[in-house]
């Protein structure tokens, strides 16, 4: 192999590697949660791509798993990280959005989702990591480990579903009976009264709406409630789990 396409090769696998090293450093002065951190900057970090349960605060309990993934990421306090962006720069609330590597490049984020502590929330445009974080969630599953072994965050039915445990996010399961449309959304119809809701701006993201029908799957995302009718919203095809091609 000529020397130049090996130098080409090397410069290409190393160029992500250089360019972390090269990034700005900060220091983790405070663990939120297990995807919220305060830098040494004063600046408030979530972590893309991941969510883990909620902990206690603001008169609200604490979320089945919220304080282990808590307790995890603590030994980030006082640590020195970099940060990776994505499309998207801050979230609504002011905080920055980032990837977060650790000193010796650890990447927190998929570290989390693979200890089973946190899972997949894919916010689009912000894809860069997506696969990975997939593909790391999947293997947490298929051990059980954290969330995925807890009765919590079990596979709801969603004929299942009432006022007593239509909160938060839920693993919905069922088949697709009706797809239909309207000027912002599609619904994937588990029953009239049950639905994902897909907004227009997703569509390109996943395939033909038809692949869906009469398919049994399991969509996770977060419930809401609106008068007798439940919808969860999801914005990635990742949040969808066939369990019936």
Excluded: C
């Amino acid at each position: 192999m000529p020397k130049i396409i090996i130098r080409l090769i090397l410069l290409l696998v190393l160029w992500p590697m250089s360019a972390h090293a090269a990034a700005t450093t900060y220091q983790v002065q405070k663990v939120y949660d297990g995807d919220t951190i305060l830098l040494n900057n004063g600046q408030k970090v979530r972590f893309l791509g991941i969510n883990t349960p909620e902990v206690a605060g603001r008169g609200k309990p604490a979320q089945s798993g919220g304080e282990q993934a808590k307790h995890w990421l603590q030994r980030l306090e006082q640590q020195t990280v970099s940060l990776e962006t994505d499309v998207e720069v801050q979230d609504k609330y002011g905080r920055q959005l980032a990837y977060v590597y650790s000193a010796d490049q650890r990447f927190i984020n998929l570290e989390l989702v693979k200890a089973g502590l946190a899972s997949v929330s894919i916010f689009p445009p912000n894809l860069k990591h997506t696969a990975a974080l997939l593909a790391a969630q999947q293997s947490a599953e298929q051990a059980r480990l954290g969330i995925w072994a807890d009765p919590t965050y079990a596979p709801l039915a969603y004929g299942d579903i009432n006022p007593d445990n239509s909160q938060g996010w839920k693993r919905i399961t069922g088949q697709i009976t009706v797809i239909k449309h309207n000027h912002k959304n599609t619904y994937l119809q588990f029953s009239p009264q049950v639905a994902v809701q897909i907004a227009h701006q997703y569509a390109d993201l996943f395939p033909d709406w038809q692949s869906y029908l009469g398919k049994t799957i399991e969509a996770r995302g977060w419930l809401h409630k609106s008068g007798h009718r439940y919808t969860i919203l999801l914005r990635h095809p990742g949040e969808i789990k066939l369990l019936q091609p």
